[in-house]
């Protein structure tokens, strides 16, 4: 992740591209610890050492300088979770899961503000999510050499898309209140809790 340019320190030439670049990096580090009513302009020009106006220059309003460092942080999401190439699908399955339950612990007021702002009916909120729970949801069914991870059925996507839900609560609860269970066990039980579905889905 680019490191934003301090106030303080030399300045490098940018352009547009690569400044309305780093301002989004820099966006989503602090969506990590705040959420998306929280993040301002006013906050994002303070640490850039910017003004207010160049960062309307280069995105328009507060709603679309939202919008766009939340679909950053679910680019960021989809990139950081992508299970690994090689392997067996369920070590393909437990790496993606580990990489997911590190980003929400990572990030999980950027995380939580967008799946409640889903939840609230705020219309591009919940486009984000949806497309980014497509795109982890959709890897279930991607073939590899070794075959994938859920056999591509009506019933398969349906149970996946219930064990989708089931993971995303299980880990905000447990990022919150992990209690006695331990990071390994957590992934021990999103992991094997998949096969275990589809193995009851009926044949036929």
């Known amino acids: 992740m680019t490191t934003p340019?301090?106030?303080t320190g030399p300045r490098t030439r940018l352009s547009p591209e690569e400044r309305r670049a780093q301002l989004l990096d820099l966006g989503v580090q602090l969506?990590?610890?705040r959420s998306v009513d929280e993040l301002s302009i006013d906050l994002l020009a303070e640490e850039a050492g910017i003004s207010r106006g160049l960062l309307y220059h280069y995105f328009g309003n507060k709603h679309a300088f939202h919008e766009a460092v939340v679909r950053r942080a679910?680019?960021?999401?989809?990139?950081?979770?992508?299970p690994p190439p090689g392997g067996e699908p369920l070590q393909r399955l437990r790496a993606s899961v580990a990489?997911?339950?590190d980003y929400v612990v990572a990030n999980h007021q950027g995380y939580l503000s967008l799946v409640k702002g889903a939840a609230s009916g705020n219309e591009t909120l919940r486009e984000i999510y949806d497309e980014a729970r497509s795109v982890l949801s959709e890897r279930m069914f991607l073939p590899d050499?070794?075959?994938?991870m859920v056999p591509d059925t009506a019933s398969a996507r349906l149970v996946v898309r219930g064990w989708s839900a089931m993971t995303e609560e299980l880990v905000l609860t447990w990022t919150v209140a992990p209690g006695d269970v331990t990071r390994e066990?957590?992934?021990e039980i999103i992991t094997a809790s998949l096969p275990a579905l589809v193995a009851v889905i009926p044949a036929g």
Do not use: F, N, P
């Open 145 to 148: 050499a070794r075959g994938s």
């Open 31 to 33: 969506l990590a610890t």
């Open 74 to 82: 679910a680019d960021d999401l989809i990139e950081q979770t992508a």
């Open 185 to 187: 066990q957590l992934l």
């Open 5 to 7: 340019t301090s106030s």
């Open 99 to 101: 990489s997911y339950v």
